[in-house]
């Protein structure tokens, strides 16, 4: 039964659905959602349009929450604005950072040692009972740092779509409503091949347990945690994260490129579209980010970009 009720109730529940289906844990997520179409109830709302008003009135509609926290409603919105772009409904899509938070989000760029450090935890730690289990997460992380995709993403991959002939990985309706196709190198496609050949065969997911279910995003994260604690990675409570695999393997690749002296102008789309980006912006921010941290590549950027301008690094 679904729990939505106004105007986009159809459209609610499709989102909400390909959020789950593409692995995300969107519970907190949908609770603003419900809160927005008990919203439009209210105000009887009946043309199927989400305009810059009606978003705008129902945040102002609680005026006394802060204004990261209008931040997370307008990041939620903006995805389901592009769905409903997606579906041919004409949607407004808010631009980031709308709102003046002070929250700044500034992603964990790994080094190689501390690649190796999470690696070589994944070998000797409490999942060394379970062999395919861990072998399923050092596979993961493998994807992650050398593929940049997201976490959602890597573990709903379909055994059907990996080609070994090839070295691809087709992704279904990942984040931005699209279907992408993922290159990755001979070393990584034999690792795959020889463990769908051990433990793999029966499985219509790459990742599925042994009780034929996927992993969530929640339970990957959890495991994450404890393989930094027992690394030897400085960390937090908030953070490093998983996510920042996907911001390392793009300014990884960005720095490589800059110093084979690749024109960047022509690299930056393809970087972009592999790792799935609605558009160049994102990339572009990544590009701030590799200057950031290797600065002596700053006069080999500075035609590109204004590497000086202040950036806001989110989830992108």
Do not use: W
Request: hydrophobic content about 35%; aromatic content about 14%.
């Amino acid at each position: 039964m679904s729990r939505f009720k106004g105007i986009f109730q159809k459209e609610l529940d499709g989102f909400v659905n390909y959020k789950i289906v593409n692995g995300f844990s969107y519970e907190s997520q949908t609770y603003h959602l419900i809160k927005f179409d008990r919203y439009t109830i209210k105000n009887n709302i009946e043309k199927k349009e989400f305009t810059k008003d009606l978003f705008i009135n129902f945040i102002e509609d609680y005026r006394s929450i802060s204004d990261r926290t209008k931040n997370t409603y307008a990041s939620i919105f903006r995805e389901f604005a592009r769905y409903l772009n997606i579906q041919g409904i004409n949607s407004y899509i808010l631009p980031e950072k709308y709102y003046n938070s002070r929250y700044n989000f500034h992603p964990h760029i790994y080094t190689d040692n501390e690649i190796k450090e999470i690696f070589n935890a994944v070998n000797v730690c409490f999942l060394s009972s379970v062999p395919k289990k861990q072998e399923q997460v050092r596979i993961i992380l493998l994807l992650l740092f050398k593929t940049g995709m997201r976490i959602g993403e890597v573990l709903t991959i379909k055994r059907c779509y990996i080609n070994y002939e090839n070295n691809t990985i087709l992704l279904e309706n990942t984040k931005n409503g699209t279907d992408r196709l993922i290159v990755i190198d001979d070393k990584l496609t034999k690792t795959l091949y020889d463990f769908e050949t051990k433990y793999n065969k029966k499985y219509e997911y790459y990742f599925e347990n042994g009780c034929k279910k996927l992993y969530s995003v929640g339970c990957f994260n959890s495991i994450f945690r404890k393989l930094l604690y027992s690394s030897k990675v400085m960390h937090t409570k908030n953070g490093p994260r998983v996510h920042d695999a996907r911001h390392t393997f793009c300014v990884n690749s960005l720095k490589q490129a800059i110093d084979n002296d690749i024109n960047l102008n022509s690299f930056i789309p393809l970087l972009s579209s592999y790792v799935g980006h609605l558009d160049l912006d994102s990339t572009y921010k990544y590009l701030h980010l590799t200057v950031e941290i290797f600065p002596e590549i700053r006069n080999k950027a500075k035609d590109i970009v204004n590497i000086n301008k202040e950036i806001h690094y989110e989830e992108f």
